[in-house]
């Protein structure tokens, strides 16, 4: 029955040193491993809570950069067909323009040219009229020189004036 | 408590093994039985046999004339012993600390001389006596009505300093290393460690305490290692290993007492009520009331036998094994009872750690049990 009976002495050693033990180990073990165990596991734990994040963030912003990328094709190709039909319409323009400013060159020319030939004309008349003047002085010069010749003359203008 | 069952099976389980064993040694020590049975002290024989015993020089049995006792050789190793036997005929002297009616006596278990001496101290004449210290009476007889307290330093006692010393040092180094390493990933033997602490609260405290497990992790680490390295060094054939620490009531007891008195400390009034007002009929409680009470007490006391027939069955058994070669005194069986001492430490690596385990699993589930909240 020796084996079943505590002894007094290793009761009280075991007592004492296991109290002991378990005070230092707790001031000395337990608490920086325990600590550092659950600090460490707690940033684990948030690291990957962050990944988790950032991936959902990526694909966010992924998914946000196909969407402007697709509105900014479509925007180009709205401005392009803007662009396009600005041009067109431009060019157009320019045209009828050029058609209406050579049309009114067109007519300022064909003003122009009438009135140069009016004026051209008038003065052609006034020529012919002095000059006339002049031939019918010389005419009437080389056929009056004599007195009967005179008389002659005013009576035929004194018989047309009766005739009338 | 479907587990305690298990386990209290299990204990069966060995303690058969350990009766039948016994049984076997005693029909052995039958058939080799000598015609004197007397008190024999601890001589040179006996000694070497235990030596032996203890698997270092197997081959050198069979010189001494005197008939081999495997059971003393056995018993005198589970138990313990004033000196720490090193090799051959050196022993290490401990301390004899004796608490008497007279005053406090201090002096080396080295005047003994194996038993073969008395010492004559301030206050008595001692004389060691199957390794028991007794007063010596005038007439040179034992004196029975002088009652000493012994409270020496034994070969158990100086074994768990020993493993205390290991523990400490282990532990602390570990959390230095955790200082010195902030944030960063285990190394060394910190990684070797750290799962088993972290077992311990993941596995044990934590599924059977709950949310208030925090509190209870020293108590249940230091129980967990103290029981484990204890147990791992008594499998350590040769100094300063070989003490049979867990396997001795004495420590166990201490054990499962520092559990009994957790638990009831932090019993809270649920688990005061399910003792004094369980919920059953009212005039049940003449029998239920007693019943509970035991349970306070027989939980540990389980834990307390757990332990030290695990481990004190798995030192008989290769012991026992060893024993063979020196019973059929012959180096023909050796070969066999080496083969099966070695599957024997295997299995007590095994025991070693799954009675740390089962110790602290149990004292985590009765701390959960006193402790939880019912709603």
Same mark, same amino acid.
Request: net charge negative.
């Given at each position: 029955?020796?084996?079943?009976?505590?002894?007094?002495?290793?009761?009280?050693?075991?007592?004492?040193?296991?109290?002991?033990?378990?005070?230092?180990?707790?001031?000395?073990?337990?608490?920086?491993?325990?600590?550092?165990?659950?600090?460490?596991?707690?940033?684990?734990?948030?690291?990957?809570?962050?990944?988790?994040?950032?991936?959902?963030?990526?694909?966010?912003?992924?998914?946000?950069?196909?969407?402007?990328?697709?509105?900014?094709?479509?925007?180009?190709?709205?401005?392009?067909?803007?662009?396009?039909?600005?041009?067109?319409?431009?060019?157009?323009?320019?045209?009828?323009?050029?058609?209406?400013?050579?049309?009114?060159?067109?007519?300022?020319?064909?003003?122009?040219?009438?009135?140069?030939?009016?004026?051209?004309?008038?003065?052609?008349?006034?020529?012919?009229?002095?000059?006339?003047?002049?031939?019918?002085?010389?005419?009437?010069?080389?056929?009056?020189?004599?007195?009967?010749?005179?008389?002659?003359?005013?009576?035929?203008?004194?018989?047309?004036?009766?005739?009338? | 408590?479907?587990?305690?069952?298990?386990?209290?099976?299990?204990?069966?389980?060995?303690?058969?093994?350990?009766?039948?064993?016994?049984?076997?040694?005693?029909?052995?020590?039958?058939?080799?039985?000598?015609?004197?049975?007397?008190?024999?002290?601890?001589?040179?024989?006996?000694?070497?046999?235990?030596?032996?015993?203890?698997?270092?020089?197997?081959?050198?049995?069979?010189?001494?004339?005197?008939?081999?006792?495997?059971?003393?050789?056995?018993?005198?190793?589970?138990?313990?012993?004033?000196?720490?036997?090193?090799?051959?005929?050196?022993?290490?002297?401990?301390?004899?600390?004796?608490?008497?009616?007279?005053?406090?006596?201090?002096?080396?278990?080295?005047?003994?001389?194996?038993?073969?001496?008395?010492?004559?101290?301030?206050?008595?004449?001692?004389?060691?006596?199957?390794?028991?210290?007794?007063?010596?009476?005038?007439?040179?007889?034992?004196?029975?009505?002088?009652?000493?307290?012994?409270?020496?330093?034994?070969?158990?006692?100086?074994?768990?300093?020993?493993? #205390?010393? +290991?523990? &400490? /040092?282990?532990? %602390? @180094?570990?959390?230095? *290393?955790?200082?010195? !390493?902030?944030?960063?990933?285990?190394?060394?033997?910190?990684?070797?460690?750290?799962?088993?602490?972290?077992?311990?609260?993941?596995?044990?405290?934590?599924?059977?305490?709950?949310?208030?497990?925090?509190?209870?992790?020293?108590?249940?680490?230091?129980?967990?290692?103290?029981?484990?390295?204890?147990?791992?060094?008594?499998?350590?054939?040769?100094?300063?290993?070989?003490?049979?620490?867990?396997?001795?009531?004495?420590?166990?007891?201490?054990?499962?007492?520092?559990?009994?008195?957790?638990?009831?400390?932090?019993?809270?009034?649920?688990?005061?009520?399910?003792?004094?007002?369980?919920?059953?009929?009212?005039?049940?409680?003449?029998?239920? #009331?007693? +019943?509970? &009470? /035991?349970?306070? %007490? @027989?939980?540990?006391? *389980?834990?307390?036998? !757990?332990?030290?027939?695990?481990?004190?069955?798995?030192?008989?058994?290769?012991?026992?094994?060893?024993?063979?070669?020196?019973?059929?005194?012959?180096?023909?069986?050796?070969?066999?009872?080496?083969?099966?001492?070695?599957?024997?430490?295997?299995?007590?690596?095994?025991?070693?750690?799954?009675?740390?385990?089962?110790?602290?699993?149990?004292?985590?589930?009765?701390?959960?049990?006193?402790?939880?909240?019912?709603?």
């Amino acid at each position: 029955m020796e084996l079943v009976t505590p002894s007094i002495g290793l009761v009280f050693w075991t007592a004492l040193a296991f109290i002991c033990l378990l005070i230092l180990l707790r001031k000395f073990a337990w608490k920086p491993i325990l600590g550092a165990i659950h600090e460490r596991e707690q940033s684990i734990d948030e690291a990957l809570n962050k990944a988790e994040l950032a991936k959902q963030e990526m694909a966010r912003l992924t998914s946000q950069n196909q969407d402007l990328m697709q509105q900014a094709r479509a925007e180009r190709d709205e401005i392009l067909k803007e662009a396009k039909t600005l041009k067109d319409s431009i060019l157009n323009e320019a045209k009828k323009q050029a058609q209406v400013e050579g049309a009114k060159l067109i007519e300022k020319a064909k003003i122009e040219i009438e009135n140069q030939k009016k004026a051209a004309l008038a003065e052609v008349k006034d020529q012919v009229s002095t000059l006339s003047l002049e031939i019918a002085e010389r005419v009437l010069r080389t056929q009056l020189d004599d007195k009967t010749k005179q008389e002659a003359l005013v009576a035929n203008l004194l018989k047309d004036v009766e005739l009338n | 408590m479907d587990c305690n069952r298990v386990f209290v099976s299990k204990v069966k389980r060995l303690t058969i093994v350990f009766t039948l064993l016994i049984a076997f040694l005693s029909i052995k020590i039958d058939t080799f039985a000598q015609v004197d049975s007397a008190v024999v002290p601890v001589d040179s024989t006996v000694a070497e046999s235990a030596h032996a015993a203890s698997g270092e020089h197997g081959a050198e049995a069979g010189h001494g004339k005197e008939k081999f006792e495997p059971t003393k050789v056995i018993m005198e190793h589970i138990a313990d012993s004033h000196m720490w036997h090193l090799w051959g005929h050196t022993s290490l002297p401990l301390p004899v600390i004796l608490y008497t009616p007279a005053g406090l006596e201090v002096f080396s278990s080295a005047h003994f001389y194996h038993g073969e001496e008395d010492y004559k101290g301030t206050y008595n004449t001692y004389r060691l006596v199957e390794d028991h210290v007794k007063v010596v009476g005038t007439n040179g007889q034992v004196d029975e009505t002088v009652s000493v307290l012994d409270f020496s330093i034994t070969k158990n006692v100086a074994a768990m300093f020993v493993a #205390i010393l +290991v523990i &400490l /040092i282990v532990f %602390i @180094s570990v959390a230095g *290393a955790y200082k010195k !390493r902030v944030g960063k990933a285990p190394k060394g033997l910190q990684s070797l460690i750290e799962p088993i602490i972290v077992f311990v609260r993941d596995d044990i405290a934590k599924p059977n305490i709950g949310h208030k497990y925090a509190k209870f992790m020293p108590y249940l680490l230091t129980v967990f290692f103290f029981i484990w390295f204890n147990n791992l060094l008594g499998l350590v054939p040769i100094f300063p290993g070989g003490a049979n620490v867990t396997g001795n009531i004495a420590l166990t007891f201490v054990m499962a007492f520092g559990t009994m008195i957790i638990v009831n400390i932090n019993g809270n009034k649920y688990y005061w009520k399910h003792i004094f007002r369980p919920d059953v009929p009212w005039w049940l409680y003449p029998i239920m #009331i007693p +019943v509970e &009470l /035991i349970g306070i %007490i @027989s939980k540990p006391f *389980a834990l307390m036998i !757990r332990l030290f027939a695990n481990i004190t069955a798995g030192h008989i058994i290769v012991l026992s094994l060893i024993s063979l070669i020196f019973i059929f005194e012959t180096l023909a069986i050796a070969p066999v009872s080496v083969a099966f001492v070695l599957f024997m430490d295997v299995l007590e690596l095994l025991v070693a750690f799954l009675q740390a385990f089962i110790f602290t699993l149990l004292t985590a589930l009765f701390i959960g049990m006193a402790v939880e909240e019912h709603h």
